[in-house]
């Protein structure tokens, strides 16, 4: 985990959903404090409407239960204060009293996903969220939330109540001392009631994926499209024997030049990965070479390696090439070249879809270009 942790640990941040049931944050601040080993939140959210933030005032706050809570289980009462309280707003800006209509709902979606992925940025953290609260969308943005920008380490929790406690308005915690609480004309007694956190299993696309957009419709929509291409992107796969390129099952004729040119810059990919350590390539350049990179003497003569390959019964092509450029490859001899391969791609890939992946790109990188292909390390074959 490359994670800043303070103090040898990370900063527990509690996030929930609610609406007008403030009894899902003690009981899963107190399944939280008893289990093994125990989490302390350092910070507490709970996302709501203005009407449930009302009722989370005076039913928690100033009622005085959490005051209590906090002293019976020495948790500090200033980690739950009106600040903690986050409500939710619309697109434009102003606080939602109920979650009623389709917009409403829309920016719900936003707010929650926008929460999520702000602290998530922060490596130091371990986000604790809870979707037992509120309506069930908000529950739902709250999970997809999570699946979309959540870490290895961040947790997803339902709380669970002894059914007859749960239903009970009186009903916030289990006190270490036994209290009765009355329902339809009997007693209960607390002492056997059950809290316990339920931890859900996610899908944690974040390394996985590359998502840019600013609301959710727009993020489900990337991440959907994101995973549609890693899932279908073909081997690519290159014979220098045989002199052909393959991408899945398209053919790509190539002459020797190119089809050398090309195979360097897979080669980068392959060879000379940044962060090996990464499953996924996705929208990282970091193995992109210059066009100085691919152009000098040393670059040019492992080129010619793989040229020798192609030649083999022809060992002069080779020494020809080499003779032909001494220095290395002239920049405009490769730029014209890289114009010729993606050109010769794009008239004989069936799919374009798949264009963006397989042709030579390039990303402005610092003080100038850097070329590469964009498609998956793993798909690549070189013989």
């Not at 103090?7 to 944050?25: H, L, N, S, Y």
Request: proline share 4%.
């Amino acid at each position: 985990m490359n994670s800043v942790k303070r103090q040898g640990r990370f900063k527990e941040v509690a996030i929930f959903v609610a609406g007008t049931t403030p009894q899902i944050i003690t009981e899963t601040i107190y399944a939280l404090i008893h289990q093994k080993p125990p989490v302390y939140p350092d910070e507490i959210y709970v996302l709501t409407t203005k009407k449930g933030k009302e009722v989370l005032k005076s039913n928690l706050i100033d009622s005085g239960i959490f005051k209590t809570f906090c002293k019976e289980f020495k948790f500090e009462e200033t980690k739950f204060t009106d600040d903690s309280i986050v409500v939710i707003k619309n697109r434009a800006g102003k606080v939602l009293d109920d979650i009623k209509e389709g917009e409403d709902n829309e920016a719900l979606g936003d707010f929650i996903a926008g929460f999520i992925r702000d602290h998530a940025n922060d490596e130091s953290t371990r986000l604790h969220c809870s979707l037992a609260g509120g309506r069930k969308t908000m529950s739902f943005y709250m999970g997809s939330s999570l699946q979309l920008f959540g870490r290895p380490w961040d947790k997803l929790y339902h709380v669970l109540v002894t059914p007859e406690f749960e239903s009970n308005p009186a009903f916030y915690y289990k006190p270490k001392k036994d209290a009765v609480l009355k329902k339809n004309g009997k007693n209960l007694h607390t002492k056997d009631a059950r809290i316990y956190l339920a931890e859900l299993p996610f899908i944690r696309l974040r390394s996985k994926i590359s998502l840019n957009g600013k609301d959710f419709s727009e993020l489900v929509r990337e991440g959907q499209k994101e995973i549609d291409i890693a899932t279908l992107q073909p081997d690519l796969r290159i014979n220098f024997s045989e002199r052909t390129v393959y991408i899945g099952d398209n053919l790509i004729e190539m002459v020797p030049v190119q089809l050398m040119i090309y195979a360097a810059y897979l080669r980068y990919k392959t060879e000379h990965c940044s962060h090996p350590g990464r499953p996924y390539c996705a929208d990282c350049f970091a193995c992109f070479p210059s066009v100085a990179d691919i152009t000098s003497k040393q670059a040019f003569e492992s080129m010619v390696n793989e040229y020798r390959k192609i030649y083999s019964l022809q060992p002069m092509r080779a020494e020809e090439l080499l003779d032909k450029h001494k220095d290395g490859m002239d920049p405009s001899a490769i730029r014209q070249n890289i114009s010729k391969i993606n050109r010769s791609i794009r008239e004989q890939l069936n799919d374009e879809t798949l264009l963006p992946y397989y042709i030579i790109s390039s990303v402005k990188k610092y003080a100038g270009s850097r070329y590469g292909v964009r498609v998956e390390k793993t798909k690549i074959q070189i013989k």
